[in-house]
């Protein structure tokens, strides 16, 4: 009867330790144009030669259309800003990246040893992440009108570019 309880613990354990795994592996798989654009191929067949190249490479452009730039960038991770100034309809994609940054981590101490005789403290440094703003693009009638960079990584070329 014991025999039998250990098995199933055992076996209860390594599901769990398989499941983790395999939820372990599954977040670390990363989405890329690419990948996008074989999860929609009619939308990316849609698309002129001139865009398709661009959008395999990550890349946009002032024209292109909404469809383009998802296959592109993906969509943004927030909600759309929208707008609409009398027949024009606006619409702003905001991306967001994570940036780390140098926190101090706060001390604290405790006791240790034979009738805690000895004395511990740690601190120090660590890294936080905090998201910002690292690209805008903004769509007029559903077509790229303007497309900016911004937060740590400012330079962005004249040409299209990928955030």
């Known amino acids: 009867m014991q025999e039998v ?3 199933r613990i055992k076996f209860l354990m390594l599901s769990v330790i398989s499941l983790l795994v395999s939820l372990v592996a599954a977040s670390c798989t990363s989405v890329t144009p690419l990948t996008r654009i074989k999860e ?9 030669a001139e865009h398709r190249n661009l959008v395999q490479q990550g890349m946009i452009c002032n024209g292109m259309g909404q469809d383009a730039v ?3 960038w993906g969509m943004p ?3 759309p800003v929208v707008g ?9 994609w905001v991306y967001t ?9 706060p001390y604290w101490g405790g006791f240790y040893g034979p009738a805690c005789r000895g ?10 992440y905090v998201p910002e703003v690292c690209a805008t693009v903004t769509f007029e009638n559903g077509r790229v ?3 900016e960079r911004s937060g740590s990584r400012v330079n962005a070329p004249a040409a299209p570019y990928r955030p």
Request: glycine share 8%; hydrophobic share 45%; with cysteine.
């Open 5 to 7: 309880t250990m098995n």
């Open 40 to 48: 929609n191929p009619a939308m990316f067949d849609a698309l002129s």
């Open 70 to 72: 998802f296959l592109a």
């Open 77 to 79: 991770e927030g909600r």
């Open 84 to 92: 609409q100034n009398g027949k024009v309809h606006f619409e702003k």
């Open 97 to 105: 990246c994570m940036r780390p940054v140098m926190v101090e981590r």
């Open 119 to 128: 004395m511990y403290w740690n601190g120090g440094w660590d890294t936080a």
């Open 145 to 147: 009108i303007a497309w």
